[in-house]
């Protein structure tokens, strides 16, 4: 089982819509929760830090189950550019130790 | 400010060769790292330095070595190429103190043939 798993997509949505991921995390030990934005051929950049009382920025709203042992990503009124690829990042204990999700891709059309 | 550069964007090697792939960051930060990207695998740790003077293995080191050459600069060094290392990589940087963002360059696109 891989440490940390997201649904590899694509999602495909209209402009507007709202859409949500899930990403898996088999450490119980983790500490910290990130989503990064990955565009095609470009370099990660990070999106939010995930805080376990859940925030919020602008459209995107993060969310931590440490019950269930995932992270989640809703994000509201889809923009065109909102495709991207989104990488759920999650850090254990031990220093940096930081793995990073394939990524779930995430098509917005028009 | 130019934030994470890396050099060069693009290689094609021969199966055997070597090369280095240059990193370098203008923000201070301490701790630096190399990853490699592949299809489906999602980015995975090479090798990382904590600050100046240290480096340490991480998930996949193998067939690869590094330099801290001073605080601006990680290297990444493929003694002696192979296909399996065709792939993407990615330098990072990350500040001292309570944070986990990390800081990318552009990537260096890699074929060994």
């Known amino acids: 089982r891989k440490e940390v798993e997201q649904d590899p997509g694509p999602f495909n949505v209209p402009e507007g819509a709202t859409v949500a991921f899930n990403c898996t995390y088999s450490n119980s030990a983790s500490q910290s929760f990130f989503w990064y934005r990955q565009d095609c051929r470009k370099e990660p950049k990070l999106l939010m830090s995930v805080y376990s009382s859940g925030n919020e920025d602008g459209r995107f709203t993060a969310q931590l189950n440490r019950a269930s042992q995932y992270i989640s990503l809703l994000i509201r009124d889809s923009k065109l550019s909102d495709s991207a690829t989104y990488l759920c990042?999650?850090?254990?204990?031990?220093?940096?130790?930081?793995?990073f999700g394939a990524g779930t891709r995430l098509f917005v059309k028009a | 400010n130019a934030g994470v550069t890396q050099t060069p964007k693009f290689q094609v090697l021969k199966t055997g060769q070597s090369m280095t792939l240059q990193c370098a960051q203008d923000m201070n930060h301490n701790s630096m790292y190399w990853y490699r990207q592949d299809p489906g695998m999602g980015l995975r740790l090479i090798y990382y330095s904590a600050s100046e003077g240290t480096t340490d293995k991480g998930e996949v080191p193998n067939g690869y070595n590094v330099s801290r050459l001073n605080k601006r600069e990680f290297s990444l060094r493929l003694e002696s190429a192979a296909p399996s290392q065709t792939s993407v990589y990615f330098c990072a940087s990350k500040p001292a103190g309570f944070t986990d963002t990390q800081y990318f360059g552009p990537g260096t696109r890699l074929t060994v043939l």
């Open positions: 990042v999650v850090r254990g204990t031990g220093g940096f130790k930081t793995i």
